[in-house]
């Protein structure tokens, strides 16, 4: 069994992301592991590191992958690194169905 990049909180759940900007196109590229070992969801995206552009797109784009607002989306570590670490609002179960699908 893979181990999840996420886990469940009292309003939904916290998700390890590893970060790829100014990639050639968005997409998922599955689970990883930091350098720590810990699994992450890898995620490229086409825009660029400057002014929050790539933090904004992965909330877009996340948001529309698990089907939430994007406002239900916070990144609460990582804001300036590669690695991000975020809190989803919802129902946990239902959001852990959506991650498990799509990897």
Request: charged share 25%; net charge positive.
């Amino acid at each position: 069994m893979t181990a999840k990049p996420y886990s469940a909180t009292t309003n939904g759940i916290r998700l390890a992301v590893r970060l790829t900007p100014r990639a050639s196109r968005d997409g998922l590229d599955g689970i990883g592991l930091d350098a720590d070992g810990r699994p992450v969801l890898r995620i490229r995206l086409a825009a660029p590191p400057v002014e929050g552009a790539a933090n904004q797109a992965l909330i877009d784009f996340l948001a529309g992958m698990l089907a939430v607002r994007k406002k239900d989306i916070v990144i609460r570590s990582g804001e300036t690194g590669r690695l991000k670490i975020l809190e989803v609002d919802g129902k946990p179960d239902a959001l852990a169905a959506r991650i498990d699908a799509l990897v």
